[in-house]
């Protein structure tokens, strides 16, 4: 049962990230003569589409080659899939010429929460993750090494896009769906690849040649990234961006201009 939901999950994240690559790129073609080249917009596609490509790599590995998925695999997609799938709808509205994002005023419990059960999931994880590494090894491939970098630079990306949300709130008097989105999915895909990473040192996930390439390439494309939404966030680059007030809580929106369907939205810029 949890080899199969592990394969479904990855799969459907995989689908979902290969997905926003290819409407961005779609914007980005549209939009080009507009609004000339976007950084976060060319940065997303690359993120996209090596990302994408490793949920669904990892997905039919255990779907149709007998790779035995760990519960902490499905435990890491399981906590990525739905904010992952929502980012995914906001970005289809937009794309449709729709709001693209949503307004959360003040600071409900839920959000509240979030803290102290991130540090528990996150306490769990280290401590199962411990427990695989104790027991039977293997030597560590180059496409491990992969996986741990990208877990150092998605934990990244996602503090400098939390810390814009944490910027803008005061300003805003609320939060942007889509910035708490991107402030989840990019330590989830880090924990993701940090516990592929110690399953494939168990011996449990075998490192083949499509891995260590799709890995590999997503390297560069993090780093790039990462450039990107620091650049972003400490305004040394202009993009797509028209700053913290494209999200507001009045309802209902009017229709949203072109900037606001563009790929760099608001979650990543550094309030003015």
């Not at 949503?102 to 411990?130: C, E, H, K, M, Q």
């Not at 803008?168 to 924990?191: D, E, K, Q």
Request: charged share 10%; hydrophobic share 50%.
């Amino acid at each position: 049962m949890i080899v199969a939901l592990v394969a479904l999950t990855n799969v459907a994240l995989g689908v979902a990230y290969t997905g926003y690559g290819i409407m961005t790129a779609i914007e980005m073609r549209r939009d080009w003569r507009t609004f000339g080249f976007s950084h976060f917009g060319a940065a997303w596609i690359f993120m996209a589409f090596t990302c994408g490509p490793h949920h669904l790599d990892h997905g039919l590995h255990v779907a149709l080659e007998g790779r035995l998925g760990g519960p902490l695999d499905l435990l890491a997609v399981v906590v990525g899939l739905p904010v992952g799938v929502l980012w995914l709808w906001l970005r289809v509205e937009a794309f449709l010429g729709g709001r693209g994002d949503r307004f959360v005023p003040g600071d409900p419990g839920w959000l509240r929460a979030a803290p102290t059960a991130s540090a528990v999931y996150v306490t769990v994880l280290a401590i199962v993750g411990g427990a695989v590494l104790a027991g039977p090894r293997v030597t560590p491939g180059f496409a491990v090494w992969a996986n741990i970098i990208l877990v150092f630079l998605y934990m990244n990306i996602g503090w400098f896009v939390l810390r814009t949300q944490l910027a803008n709130r005061p300003s805003m008097g609320g939060w942007s769906v889509s910035g708490l989105c991107l402030s989840a999915i990019f330590p989830t895909c880090a924990l993701m690849h940090g516990i592929w990473a110690v399953y494939a040192v168990s011996g449990r996930y075998a490192q083949d040649g499509h891995g260590l390439l799709i890995d590999w390439l997503s390297v560069p494309a993090g780093i790039y990234f990462l450039t990107v939404v620091r650049s972003l966030y400490r305004d040394s680059l202009r993009d797509w961006n028209d700053g913290p007030d494209e999200v507001t809580p009045e309802a209902p929106a009017p229709p949203a201009p072109k900037l606001a369907s563009s790929p760099p939205r608001t979650p990543v810029a550094r309030p003015h």
